[in-house]
Each structure stands twice: as C-alpha cells, then as structure tokens.
C-alpha cells in the first residue's frame, strides 16, 4: 500500500526560527514529490522534486529530496507568522501518476 | 496557474439528499481531479479524469459519482449523502499536454456538512 508520512505533525515556534518538516514514502513507480502550503483555502504548490540530491530553494523556504533514503525536507529559516499554515507532502506515483498525500504539519509561528 | 473554481463554497443539508459540487478551470488542463480531505487524514483521492468522459475511481469511489462532459468542467455528485461524507472537497487540475512533469493545482474548496 502506499503510503506518506509526516512528521511532526505540529509544530510552535517562534519567529526567526529554523524549521525543518519531514516527509518518508512507500510508493510503488515514484515519480516525483511535491510540497504544498495550505492556509484557510487551497493548497498552494510550493516545490516539485524529481532527482536526489538536487535542492530547490524560494526565498526562505528550500526542499531536497533522498530517493535512496525515501524522504523528503523541507526547511524554512528566519520564519515568520505568515508561515503559519499546514505543510501538505504529496507523492506523485503508481500507473496514472497520481498524488498519494500525508497528513500534513500544522505549523504555527508565534511574535 | 489555473484558475480553478468551485461551487458551492458552503453547503449544509440532509442525509439522503443528492448533492452536486461543481468544478470549472480556465486554463485548458487536459486532467481534473476530485479530493476529499478530513482532520488528520490527509487529502484522499476520490475520482479522476484525463480528458472529456473518462472517468477513473480512485482510493474512496464509494458514495460518488463524476462527470467531464466538457475539457473545463468537472463535477462531482452524492447520489444519496451521509452524515460521515461531510468533509472539505477539493477539485484540482494538472497538464500533462507537455510531457513534463507539472503539478497541481487546486480550488479554494467545498466545505460540505451533511446533517
């Protein structure tokens, strides 16, 4: 079966605070793994990760991806109160390429 | 991006009712898709679609039915709702035209309470 998981599942910080959320997966034909940042709406897409190794960065936030390991990080320095929200980890795989989610981490940065 | 929009936005009502949440996009996304997402379960996969009248189920088919007559529409229906199909419903689209990967891109939801 497969299967994403999440940890922490929430997280308080304060602000200026590293964060580093963590993402594991069990899929069958991975294709590639996907960060999401949901506030009070929809999930907004943030990174795709296809190659090890390889980090992608926007601003404060960056994601690297361990296809040997099967995880996935990603990391937020300096962070601030608009981070706040739920960090969703999804895995695009199987035979119609579809996205197979975590629970997400509700992450909430305090002044 | 795609413009994906949903509607209703809200709706409450009764077990047994036939519901129908709609889904249209603006950006000529060839694949839709229909989510559903609980507290602490995630977003599940309800059913999905690679272009006009095809139709897949995916990980919780049960109690739903879709429809893509059209590339921009598609909707989802409770033929006969239940209290535990009460949830926040996502549509989201992908386009896979390119062959590149491309990820995707999802409405602002249905939150939809079945008494």
């Known amino acids: 079966e497969d299967k994403v998981v999440q940890s922490p599942l929430s997280l308080v910080v304060h602000e200026g605070d590293t964060v580093t959320l963590n993402c594991s997966y069990e899929v069958t034909n991975f294709r590639s793994l996907l960060w999401y940042k949901q506030e009070k709406k929809a999930p907004t897409f943030l990174f795709m990760l296809t190659s090890s190794g390889i980090e992608k960065k926007s601003g404060r936030l960056s994601s690297i991806l361990d296809k040997k390991e099967l995880f996935s990080i990603l990391n937020i320095t300096a962070t601030q109160t608009g981070d706040s929200a739920i960090y969703l980890c999804a895995v695009e795989a199987g035979w119609a390429n579809n996205l197979f989610f975590g629970t997400g981490t509700r992450l909430t940065v305090i002044p | 991006d795609a413009d994906v929009t949903q509607t209703p936005r809200n709706r409450i009502t009764k077990t047994g009712k036939r519901i129908m949440l709609e889904c249209s996009q603006t950006k000529g996304h060839d694949r839709m898709y229909w989510y559903r997402q609980d507290p602490g379960l995630g977003l599940r996969l309800i059913y999905y679609?690679?272009?006009?009248?095809?139709?897949n189920k995916g990980e919780i088919s049960d109690g739903y039915s879709v429809s893509r007559q059209a590339q921009a529409k598609f909707s989802l229906s409770l033929e006969s709702a239940i209290p535990n199909q009460t949830a926040l419903y996502f549509c989201?689209?992908?386009?896979?035209?390119?062959?590149?990967?491309?990820?995707?891109?999802f409405g602002d939801g249905t939150r939809l309470s079945i008494l």
């Open positions: 679609s690679f272009d006009v009248k095809d139709i």
């Open positions: 989201a689209t992908s386009d896979a035209r390119t062959g590149l990967d491309q990820p995707q891109h």
